[in-house]
């Protein structure tokens, strides 16, 4: 592998990082919060102004929380962008709009360096795991290039199309992944409102035509009133927010995801922005007036 800057060391680039030094390699690392800086450098990293990392590191990876945030990092004063040489590899891996990650491509093609937008699915569990799912766009070398840092955070990675390609595959995914979470709240809060454990109801149906890796994952923290986040609903609300601007600018209407904004809108308003995304079950508590909880426990 070759010298690697890491930039972002939030819930899941922390994990992610962690991961990197555990296949081997060679970590230069920033964030905005000094005690993730620290905790990977006691781990072998080592850290670096944005500058730095471009200049010492021939391969620049960023998971950032929105598309204005990683251009000022790559583009803004003392950027990435201004140590960059002819020949680097830069790999967004936040969840951006396509038109973001294509700007960024363009951005450094001018500078002679390759560009890869590679989302991840999987939360805080995948990150922490590494296996999270990797959906790429780019050109087939850069991809190439980057497989085998894939290979330490994921279990599979996959390249979609040209630059924008895996920004836009992540968008599809959230509109799956959160629209899955919202029916889950509204069926086991049907479940509450009934008189049945919504417990009880999870194991009767999970292995039929309604269980997924999304009803595994949420409808025990449901249960237990577990909302500490590994994917919060405001990180959500940014990338449902990106899937609508996305979908008007192609003429796509998307009711069911509008009326989801709507609802994280909710939410935000009545503070639970923080919260994981199986908080979504409190939108609907509250309009039924009843608590999703059980005392079963998950097996």
Excluded at 210 to 239: E, Q, W, Y
Aim: charged share 20%.
């Amino acid at each position: 592998m070759a010298k690697v800057g890491f930039i972002g060391l939030g819930i899941m680039g922390r994990p992610m990082a962690h991961n990197l030094l555990k296949a081997g390699a060679e970590l230069m690392v920033n964030d905005t919060q000094p005690a993730a800086v620290e905790e990977l450098v006691a781990a072998g990293a080592e850290s670096g102004s944005y500058a730095e990392i471009g200049r010492c590191c021939d391969v620049v990876i960023t998971i950032l929380p929105s598309g204005p945030i990683v251009q000022q990092v790559l583009f803004g004063p003392g950027g990435v962008s201004e140590g960059l040489s002819e020949g680097k590899l830069v790999c967004d891996m936040s969840s951006v709009t396509p038109v973001e990650s294509r700007l960024c491509a363009e951005k450094l093609a001018a500078q002679g360096v390759g560009f890869v937008d590679a989302p991840v699915s999987g939360g805080e569990p995948g990150a922490k795991a590494g296996t999270l799912a990797i959906m790429c766009g780019g050109k087939p070398e850069d991809f190439a290039r980057m497989e085998p840092y894939f290979a330490a955070v994921g279990s599979s990675w996959l390249l979609i199309g040209p630059s924008g390609s895996g920004s836009v595959t992540k968008l599809a995914n959230q509109i799956i992944v959160n629209l899955n979470i919202t029916a889950v709240s509204e069926a086991l809060v049907l479940a509450a409102k009934a008189g049945a454990d919504p417990m009880k109801v999870y194991k009767a149906i999970r292995g039929g035509l309604a269980g997924s890796a999304v009803l595994d994952a949420k409808a025990p923290m449901m249960c237990a009133r577990n909302f500490v986040p590994g994917g919060k609903i405001s990180i959500n609300h940014k990338d449902i927010k990106n899937v609508l601007a996305t979908a008007h600018e192609l003429d796509v209407p998307l009711p069911f995801t509008a009326q989801l904004f709507e609802m994280q809108q909710a939410l935000k308003a009545s503070g639970h922005f923080n919260d994981d995304h199986a908080g979504y079950v409190q939108y609907f508590e509250a309009l039924a007036g009843v608590e999703v909880k059980s005392e079963e426990t998950e097996g």
